[in-house]
């Protein structure tokens, strides 16, 4: 009897153990794209495994010469260079607004939010550009040399991100870019 | 009778080998009430076969810029392969829709729009050994096996207006 009883235990137990494996298995994490323009109900979903994304930045370069400012346009704003001096001091002093540019109809902001940095255009009053990237992204980005972004390295940072990384709301289109872990 | 037996014998055991190998059978219907049912069935050792004997200049693409992305196009598909089933792109337009999922090893392709319906599966073992190497040559061999590994497909399904082509592996 207690035979019985070991035998169809161990049988259980082999019967739940891919069960137990896949439900410690890490799940997968998805990047997803949304593109949307209602006016001509028009819809562009693109759902990627990361580590497909991952093997297709092979292509990506691994640095960006920013050939200029960032954060603004014609001759305006700061450089790489600059920008990475900043970020080295600002980083110490927690949640803090780093970049502010007014123009007539737009403004740019770049700012410290817990482990976020925050960028947000607005044009007329009204948000059309929100990009949340996590501080450790920003680091590596600008763990490139000179005016160079590192765009391998944040990357690979990016990866570990969950939620969204893009939204853009103009009057004609709609664009979300985040990972999750949903296919 | 014995005799009969013998006879028919040879040619049932030579199509139940043929089918054991695989067929790929093209399936044509044209609409309307004249329309043909054209079934075309060429067993895949056939189809192999012809793919080792073809010509290598007719099997060389040009790839000029192209061919420095190859090993990252292979790449690609492999992770593919190896990821999670998945929709992976869906584009809707008024009238038009295109959707890619991602099921098992293979790509299934659908676009609709208004008069037309096309599927397309395309297997990924089938499309990495269809990738050509850094010469350009398409690699006949490796495609050959890799066709015997999609029996049971069906590759290509369209439907235009009443007019109906399949290709399938069977």
């Known amino acids: 009897m207690k035979r019985n009883v070991l035998i169809g235990s161990g049988l259980l137990a082999l019967g739940l153990l891919p069960g137990a494996v896949v439900a410690v298995e890490a799940p997968t994490p998805w990047l997803h794209v949304r593109v949307e323009e209602p006016r001509r109900s028009s819809r562009v979903h693109v759902n990627l495994p990361l580590n497909v994304v991952e093997v297709a930045l092979k292509a990506a370069p691994e640095t960006l010469a920013s050939h200029g400012r960032i954060f603004g346009r014609e001759g305006k704003g700061m450089t790489v260079s600059d920008f990475r001096r900043m970020w080295s001091e600002l980083k110490r002093v927690g949640d803090t607004d780093l970049v502010t540019v007014e123009e007539k109809d737009e403004s740019v902001k770049v700012a410290r939010r817990g482990g976020l940095v925050e960028v947000r255009i607005e044009r007329k009053g009204k948000e059309e550009v929100k990009v949340e990237v996590p501080v450790e992204v920003v680091d590596a980005l600008l763990s490139g040399d000179g005016d160079e972004l590192n765009v391998k390295a944040a990357l690979a940072q990016l990866q570990k991100r969950r939620g969204d990384i893009v939204r853009v709301n103009d009057e004609n289109s709609t664009v979300r870019i985040w990972i999750d872990e949903q296919s | ?170």
């Open chain 2, 1 to 170: 009778m014995v005799k009969l037996m013998a006879v028919l014998s040879v040619p049932v055991a030579f199509l139940a080998a043929v089918a054991s190998l695989g067929v790929v059978v093209v399936d044509v219907r044209e609409g309307g009430p004249d329309g043909h049912h054209i079934v075309v069935p060429v067993p895949l050792a056939v189809a192999q076969t012809a793919l080792a004997f073809a010509p290598e200049e007719r099997l060389r693409v040009k790839l000029d810029r192209a061919a420095q992305h190859l090993p990252l196009a292979r790449e690609v598909l492999q992770a593919l392969a190896a990821g999670p089933d998945g929709e992976l792109v869906r584009v809707e337009e008024p009238g038009e829709q295109v959707v890619v999922t991602k099921v098992g090893d293979t790509l299934r392709v659908r676009v609709h729009d208004r008069n037309d319906d096309v599927t397309v599966n395309v297997p990924l073992p089938l499309a990495m050994a269809a990738l050509p190497d850094s010469q350009g040559r398409i690699p006949m061999a490796n495609l050959a096996g890799a066709l015997g590994g999609v029996r049971f497909t069906d590759l290509v399904d369209v439907r235009s207006g009443d007019d109906h082509v399949k290709v399938y592996v069977w």
